[in-house]
């Protein structure tokens, strides 16, 4: 049953792929065989003259409800390669971008072809391209995307050389990555992050020290612990955070708790020395008299 299904998705495939090759661009690729290459465009080699800028759209990925994602690619070679891109909708996955390098008359030195490749055994998604070319009076040129084959363009791979630069993403539920295209987090930024302010939900607020029940350590038993293990009680090592990261909730929490410890220690002390104040000075006046 299995190798019918097989048979009969294959013979669907060969019968309606004639049909997916449409003039404006579109490009829909559900084979068994991979890789499969579609070509989704060309750029002439880095030069200050070049003014095409390449644009490539994806929907899609595999048969699984999941790959609902958006993948576009903003590419230029104007003064040096840059490829950015940026996912919306959710994961779309089952493909890569490679970049062949070839010669060419025209232009000195290289020309680029940039091709869809899948990675997947049944991939499922859609591709369009369009070029920005403001010399030609129009502001988009679309591209008529057409199977690719490396052996017979006399290409050579070079997309190790050229690192996509990922501008934001998103998960399947609603997770957004800025500077990772894999977020598992509602946000996850790979960089820095400056604000004017933020403002945390925090459940975890340690009033509780200040209660008459709550059992402070000792100083004694703060060293030992301090000796041992080369960290404060209740705070995460340097290993842990390295490993694990650390959650700004939490942490806060946890360093007010220490902040509110060392209070009822220096009250603890202020009471101590004034109580020793008063001893010396019960001295002082019995040997005066």
Request: glycine share 8%; charged share 25%; with cysteine.
């Amino acid at each position: 049953m299995k190798n019918l299904f097989k048979q009969l998705l294959i013979i669907g495939c060969l019968f309606i792929s004639p049909l997916l090759f449409a003039q404006d661009g579109w490009n829909v690729v559900t084979v068994e065989d991979s890789p499969y290459r579609v070509l989704a465009g060309s750029l002439p080699g880095s030069s200050s003259g070049v003014n095409q800028k390449l644009k490539i759209d994806i929907f899609g990925g595999n048969w699984i409800s999941s790959n609902l994602g958006h993948t576009t690619y903003y590419i230029s070679t104007r003064e040096g390669l840059v490829i950015n891109k940026e996912r919306h909708g959710g994961y779309c996955s089952g493909f890569t971008l490679k970049v062949y390098e070839l010669p060419t008359e025209e232009y000195p030195g290289v020309y680029y072809n940039f091709v869809i490749e899948s990675t997947i055994t049944y991939a499922a998604y859609t591709v369009k391209a369009e070029m920005i070319s403001p010399f030609r009076g129009v502001p988009t040129i679309p591209i008529n995307v057409v199977p690719y084959d490396p052996s017979t363009s006399q290409g050579r791979d070079v997309t190790s050389r050229y690192p996509v630069n990922i501008l934001m993403a998103t998960g399947v539920y609603g997770e957004v990555g800025i500077g990772t295209d894999d977020p598992n987090h509602k946000l996850e930024v790979n960089g820095t992050i400056r604000a004017k302010e933020v403002k945390i939900d925090n459940n975890y607020w340690p009033d509780y020290v200040f209660s008459e029940d709550y059992k402070l350590s000792t100083l004694d038993e703060v060293a030992r612990h301090i000796e041992e293990n080369k960290h404060l009680p209740g705070i995460p090592s340097a290993k842990e955070v390295s490993e694990n990261g650390l959650s700004v909730s939490e942490i806060q929490g946890k360093l007010l708790q220490k902040i509110e410890e060392m209070t009822l220690y220096m009250i603890r002390q202020e009471k101590e020395i004034k109580q020793l104040k008063e001893e010396v000075e019960k001295l002082k006046r019995k040997d005066s008299e």
